[in-house]
């Protein structure tokens, strides 16, 4: 009885010690996650993080999406037509980094204001 007892114990000491290492490496791996630009035929419903979804063929590339930075799970969408407005740019590094201008700003849900430069969030 006390041996199971005991085992709780280290059980219960393991997950509270494991859970604040646990929050810091997912805090620190999101700062250093890196977008990548993958091409897609169309646009992904769950997008994968760091990942930049671009649709269409090389400059015909007509939108693009990302999962949220922020962790709030949702898609974010963003339009690269020049004639529908608001519209955004990417330009793709040599070494399969993304940039996008201008800033992405979300309207509704989170409000999220942030860069992508270089693959990494700059948040506003
Ligand atoms: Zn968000």
């Known amino acids: 009885m006390l041996k199971w007892m005991i085992g709780i114990f280290h059980a219960t000491w ?8 646990w929050l810091y ?5 999101a700062k250093e996650k890196t ?21 269409g063929e090389g400059s015909r590339a007509w939108g693009a ?3 949220c930075p922020c962790g709030c799970g949702d898609r974010i969408d ?3 037509l ?3 407005r608001p519209c955004w740019a990417f330009e793709e590094h040599p ?12 309207q509704k849900g989170c409000r ?11 948040w506003c």
Not at 25 to 29: C, D, G, I, S, T
Not at 37 to 52: G, K, N, T
């Open 14 to 21: 393991s997950v509270l010690t494991f859970l604040p290492r």
């Open 25 to 29: 490496a997912r805090l620190f791996l």
């Open 35 to 55: 977008y990548r630009i993958s091409r897609v035929a169309d646009l992904p419903e769950s997008p994968m993080p760091s990942i930049f979804y671009v649709a």
């Open 65 to 67: 999406a990302i999962l």
């Open 78 to 80: 963003l339009n690269l």
């Open 82 to 84: 020049k004639q529908v």
């Open 95 to 106: 070494d399969g980094t993304v940039s996008v201008m201008p800033s992405v700003w979300r």
């Open 112 to 122: 999220s204001h942030f860069f992508v430069r270089r693959g990494k969030i700059d």
